[in-house]
């Protein structure tokens, strides 16, 4: 006898009713000003400097930053059709280097696994962070790291550890970064690609950012969206979300089950 064949997901979906929304299985959650407190413009500052006396030896200041700049505004505007975003990083950011291109990488790799953790003096935790971790893990979530995937995996990990939820002690479903992703928020293929990743169709997921701009647009994937309200539009539009608040409020939401009413 064989066995039998796995439902496809449309399938699925469609027993769940016309209109009805199936339960919220996975969360992806950002970083900067989600998990971690980071007030972007003043870790930057910092970041920037840090890097380029790293890499002095090799490149002045103005040079690598007008190469790092390329590499970075070609990542930002991945559709997804193209290479990986590391990919297409190295394609815009090694021309400018043609003397000293496998120095340059070595020094970069060395720069985020021994410098990089420097910085953490610039971030803070927020103390809800863990507990959102494990109350969404002891609910059956799975759990995405749907950061903007411009840094390497071994910056992304630090940033986890700064945050107070390592990738060692959680293991977390998904990790987005440079190496991996062909995409960057907004773009839709990043959503669907972390769906793919989870095996999840969109409205299995929820959004949890503080972006307007960048997390927010996940809903026109079919996502809901939970809106982390650290800081007030400056225009002071309407935002739309399906919900909104800090992570404690998120918590409330997953003990409660009203996450899977939104």
């Known amino acids: 006898m064989t066995a039998p064949s796995r439902p496809q997901r449309g399938t699925v979906m469609q027993r769940l009713g016309i209109g009805k929304k199936p339960p919220v299985r996975a969360l992806l959650l950002d970083m900067d000003d989600t998990l971690l407190l ?3 413009d003043t870790f930057s500052s910092h970041y920037y400097q840090l890097l380029t006396d790293h890499v ?7 040079a690598f930053m007008t190469a790092l700049y390329a590499g970075t505004r070609a990542m930002v505007a991945n559709d997804g059709s193209g290479p990986s975003n590391k990919a297409l990083f190295m394609q815009r950011f090694l021309p400018h280097f043609p003397d000293c291109r496998d120095e340059m990488i070595a020094t970069l790799d060395q720069f985020y696994s021994e410098v990089f953790d420097d910085l953490r003096i610039w971030t803070g935790q927020d103390p809800a962070a863990p507990r959102l971790i494990e109350t969404a893990q002891q609910h059956g979530l799975q759990i995405a790291i749907a ?3 411009v840094f390497p995996l071994s910056a992304i990990l630090a940033r986890l550890r700064w945050a107070g939820v390592p990738h060692e002690q959680y293991r977390f479903d998904y990790v987005a970064c440079y190496e991996t992703a062909w995409a960057c928020k907004p773009h839709p293929h990043y959503f669907a690609s972390i769906c793919q990743h989870l095996d999840r169709e969109p409205q299995e997921c929820l959004m949890v950012g ?3 701009d960048a ?5 026109e994937c079919g996502m809901r ?3 982390i309200e650290r800081h007030p539009p400056a225009d002071g539009a309407r935002v739309r979300c399906d919900a909104r608040g800090l ?3 998120l918590i409330a939401l997953l003990e409660t089950g009203a996450i899977h009413d939104l």
């Open 147 to 149: 950061t903007q995937p």
């Open 56 to 62: 002095s030896h090799l490149a002045s200041r103005d």
């Open 38 to 40: 980071n007030d972007w």
């Open 215 to 219: 997390d927010l647009p996940a809903a």
């Open 225 to 227: 969206t939970f809106w």
């Open 247 to 249: 992570l404690p409020d």
């Open 210 to 212: 503080d972006s307007i």
